[in-house]
């Protein structure tokens, strides 16, 4: 790029400049994003296969399998989180907004997780909370994948009650919509951007 | 030569200075490698570009230290702000 076609660019040109740039800043947020979906949705489809092929083997504490596997998650979020701050070239006022939203989420995933333990709660009510994540995401990134994502957490909410035999299958068909597909649309998508 | 596109702010309408403006537009700050890195313009030509949208007082610029590297992090201001913004809607006259 250079300076030198100064008066010369057409309006065109000039908007077309102007589209790049803002394509390029937002392939920052999109990439840590698509590292966090996949972090978590790889813990979440193997947790609850992971946990019933222990509790059929006769494992008698299977289901720390759950807390173990999460808190490898957040260990490994955090570590990536505070690289990423040290190596950030440009912040922006999206990651901001982003990052507030999952905060939210995470905390109310953390007080969820006490509350289930306790049998306070069931368990899929942690897909609203993850529909607001990814659906709220999706919508300021303009990134459809997200937001199908999160519309998907919505939906498959109300059937879990419905059918509750099918947790599983349920859990990670949402997962899989839900984290997995825009994580890996979402790193696709960075890497065209290059 | 005069500009057929008289009424866009000459600052801006050129296209090293409008990408860093496009960019600095969507960031909170930028460090000058980001900088370098997405224009993919040469080190003395972005800085010379650098120099002239300070001096216009569209961007701020902060030199610091990191790992005992120099740091240049650059910053739009609400002047830059405003004039991107005119910049845009006059863009826009132009193409309807």
């Known amino acids: ?194 | 030569m005069p500009s057929k596109f008289g009424n866009l702010d000459p600052l801006l309408h050129s296209q090293l200075r409008l990408a860093v403006i496009s960019l600095l537009v969507s960031v909170e700050s930028a460090d000058f490698n980001y900088l370098l890195e997405e224009t993919e313009a040469s080190k003395g030509n972005l800085s010379v570009q650098i120099s002239k949208l300070k001096m216009a007082e569209y961007i701020s610029v902060e030199k610091t230290f990191k790992n005992n590297y120099p740091l240049t992090t650059c910053k739009i201001t609400n002047k830059g702000l405003q004039a991107f913004e005119n910049y845009v809607n006059t863009l826009k006259g132009y193409l309807k």
């Open chain 1, 1 to 194: 790029m250079n300076s030198t076609a100064e008066n010369s660019m057409s309006p065109e040109q000039s908007f077309q400049i102007i589209n790049d740039m803002i394509g390029r800043a937002r392939k920052n947020y999109n990439s840590t994003i698509s590292f966090y979906l996949l972090l978590w949705g790889m813990i979440l489809v193997i947790s609850p296969w992971l946990d019933h092929g222990l509790k059929l083997m006769g494992v008698e504490y299977h289901f720390l399998v759950w807390i173990l596997l999460a808190a490898a998650g957040v260990i490994i979020g955090v570590i990536h989180g505070i690289q990423l701050g040290k190596n950030k070239q440009a912040p922006s006022i999206l990651d901001k907004v982003v990052l507030a939203i999952w905060i939210s989420c995470s905390v109310s995933f953390f007080l969820m997780f006490i509350l289930q333990f306790a049998g306070y709660l069931k368990g899929p009510e942690f897909f609203l909370i993850s529909g607001i994540g990814c659906f709220a995401s999706g919508w300021i990134l303009k990134f459809k994948p997200l937001q199908i994502g999160g519309l998907s957490f919505w939906i498959i909410t109300p059937i879990f009650y419905l059918f509750p035999e099918y947790w599983k299958e349920l859990m990670t068909l949402g997962i899989l919509i839900g984290y997995v597909y825009p994580g890996i649309a979402l790193r696709k998508h960075v890497k065209n951007a290059k």
